[in-house]
């Protein structure tokens, strides 16, 4: 499974963007692109995922860049709600693709 | 949205019980069934793959003899961890993904072992 990169962490004001990059120059041309957030104590949650062209959701938006190297979460408008780890994985696709869990970036957001 | 539910949320119990947990997928047919472990401050570590009425495909280094998985239907999947000790605590999380969907977790099950 390809691997990808994350910051650490991040720390964001309440009601502001937030941009998590996520760095994944090995990947395939068939690999898509996962995001999911864990909260304390919970399992993790998905939020977007996306092969070429961005997409958007309820809960947020996937910027892809064109050589598909790296892609951006985009949280619109962050709230207390949104402090969590968040994981970028790839995933293969077909029904055999794992999904492997990096370190994530913890997203602090303050208030 | 999907939903994964996992039970119990909590176990604590004595070395050498063993411990069953089960994870259900409530609104779809979950054709594929993972396990991950997740210890303190750590990420999440895959233990196993489950395909409905198939044997589980385990990772390097996960003992199947040890954590015995076993997915008889579409919507139920367990993991027992056999006779089990300190060093198997851990927060142990289940998810299911039905065809090419996106995989969704269970909230997790934290297992103590005295």
């Known amino acids: 499974d390809a691997k990808t990169t994350q910051p650490n962490s991040m720390e964001s004001n309440e009601e502001e963007p937030v941009h998590l990059p996520c760095n994944h120059s090995?990947?395939?041309?068939?690999?898509?692109i996962h995001w999911y957030r864990q909260l304390p104590s919970q399992g993790p949650e998905y939020v977007i995922h996306g092969l070429t062209s961005n997409v958007n959701n309820r809960m947020a938006s996937l910027a892809i860049a064109e050589d598909r190297k790296s892609s951006t979460l985009i949280l619109h408008r962050a709230t207390l709600r949104d402090a969590a780890v968040y994981y970028c994985?790839?995933?293969?696709?077909?029904?055999?693709?794992?999904?492997?869990f990096g370190q994530g970036t913890t997203l602090q957001v303050k208030p | 949205g999907a939903v994964v539910s996992q039970h119990p949320s909590r176990v604590i119990c004595k070395s050498g019980t063993s411990v069953k947990i089960e994870c259900r997928s409530l609104d779809f047919q979950a054709t594929t069934m993972f396990w991950y472990r997740q210890f303190p401050k750590q990420s999440l570590m895959l233990m196993a793959t489950?395909?409905?009425?198939?044997?589980?495909?385990?990772e390097q280094g996960v003992e199947k003899d040890k954590f015995l998985i076993n997915h008889a239907s579409l919507t139920l999947s367990t993991l027992t961890v056999t006779s089990a000790h300190p060093e198997d605590s851990s927060f142990y999380i289940c998810?299911?993904?039905?065809?090419?969907?996106?995989?969704?977790f269970g909230d997790g099950t934290r297992l103590s072992i005295l």
């Open positions: 090995t990947i395939s041309g068939t690999d898509y």
């Open positions: 994985i790839l995933r293969g696709s077909g029904n055999t693709g794992k999904l492997i």
């Open positions: 489950s395909n409905e009425g198939s044997k589980a495909t385990y």
């Open positions: 998810s299911a993904r039905s065809g090419v969907q996106p995989q969704h």
